[in-house]
């Protein structure tokens, strides 16, 4: 008995120090923070092309990637996708700032973009994939701005 | 010039070859294409060859590629660097045999301007 005073002493003030530590240190930094190349390349932050001219790019410098992004939207209901078309025309008429803004946004809050949770991989071609984006922002000026064939791929 | 030449010889080549030496099908048709492949020399990953054979044949039925020639424009950017005119040529007969044989008038269309182009030179 004598010999687990000591010790349950020993653990309490382990605890209260633990306490004491955590409520001096503050809050913790989120662990999702955005950054320049997360979750939105800065690329695509960055670029002047409209999103119909992005996707005019990747159809012909990533046409797998593209192909799969458009199947999966043609599987989608007709309202979700247009509701995906809207918010993409959105987010590409923001300023640079506005897009890091939207970035940090969607990377601390799960619930902030509300098409997500309708359809989860809705921008997948366009923020999801650096390699993909560096390709096609480097070709898109060379496509029509606003040429909305482009969506109706299949 | 003589590039022209020598891509109307590849392109006249891969299309003449695939049309006469057709392998017969089997069960899987993403198999005997990269199958096909293999004996141009052309490897890499079996699905990711037949995504992009497939959309090639996309490609030439919206006209998005109005012609055989803009196919290979855009294989030739999508297939591995190492990937020699000659082989983009072969893909592109093998892509259209295997998965749109609806499409073989462009790939004698090419063929036919190849065979103009070479006379014209000669």
Redesign the interface.
């Known amino acids: 008995m004598t010999n687990r005073r000591p010790l349950m002493q020993r653990c309490a003030k382990t605890v209260v120090a633990l306490m004491i530590s955590t409520v001096m240190s503050g809050t913790a930094p989120a662990s999702a923070d955005a950054t320049d190349d997360y979750p939105i390349p800065h690329r695509m932050i960055i670029t002047a092309c409209d999103a119909e001219q992005y996707l005019d790019a990747a159809?012909?410098?990533s046409?797998?990637y593209f192909?799969r992004y458009m199947i999966d939207k043609g599987n989608r209901p007709a309202g979700i996708q247009q509701m995906a078309e809207d918010r993409i025309h959105w987010f590409f008429s923001l300023s640079p700032v506005g897009r890091r803004q939207y970035s940090e946004d969607t990377a601390t809050n799960i619930y902030y973009e509300q098409v997500a949770t309708h359809w989860g991989n809705w921008a997948k071609v366009f923020f999801n994939n650096k390699g993909v984006v560096a390709k096609a922002t480097d070709v898109c000026t060379k496509y029509p701005r606003g040429d909305m064939s482009v969506w109706d791929w299949r | 010039m003589k590039t022209t030449t020598t891509l109307a010889h590849m392109a006249f080549a891969a299309v003449t070859a695939a049309i006469l030496f057709a392998p017969g099908a089997h069960a899987d048709v993403d198999t005997d294409f990269a199958n096909q492949l293999h004996t141009y020399g052309i490897y890499g990953q079996r699905d990711y060859n037949a995504w992009i054979g497939k959309i090639t044949c996309e490609r030439l039925a919206t006209h998005l590629d109005a012609t055989a020639f803009e196919s290979a424009t855009f294989l030739k950017g999508n297939l591995a660097r190492t990937t020699s005119t000659e082989q983009v040529w072969q893909f592109l007969a093998a892509a259209v045999q295997t998965y749109c044989p609806e499409q073989t008038p462009a790939l004698r269309a090419a063929a036919d301007h190849s065979r103009q182009t070479t006379k014209e030179q000669t």
Do not use: L
């Open positions: 159809r012909d410098t046409p797998v192909e």
